[in-house]
């Protein structure tokens, strides 16, 4: 008789799936960005109700699933990463989603200019 599958333990599955798929982006300042703001993330919603927890799960699971499909059978990435944001969903965001994705584009900039560089608003 088999055992059932661990439910509880899918979010650790997943977030660790993530951070090995990191493994394959294209320079390693991608990889330490996207292994932060993932770090951050999963501690974030670590204790979310229910149903946040659940499309919090599913979103980062589409996640997984789009980066897998972007990267050769070697782990390495080929060709473009990431998808464009459709505008439907972007005009669905609440105001303190919208600034969050605001910041993430902010940092991500901040990255291309080099680690560690901050930008002055002057």
Known sequence: MSTPPNVGRFPLVLYKR??????????????????????????????????????????WTDYCMLLSKQLSNKGIAKGKIGKELDPATIESLDEQRLYQLYELKVESDNWKSGPGVEKSDS
């Open 18 to 59: 993530i951070l090995r798929l990191h493994y394959g982006l294209p320079t390693p300042e991608m990889r330490l960005m996207g292994d932060t703001y993932v770090k951050d993330e999963f501690r974030r919603h670590k204790d979310a109700p229910s149903p946040q927890a659940l499309e919090f799960l599913k979103q």
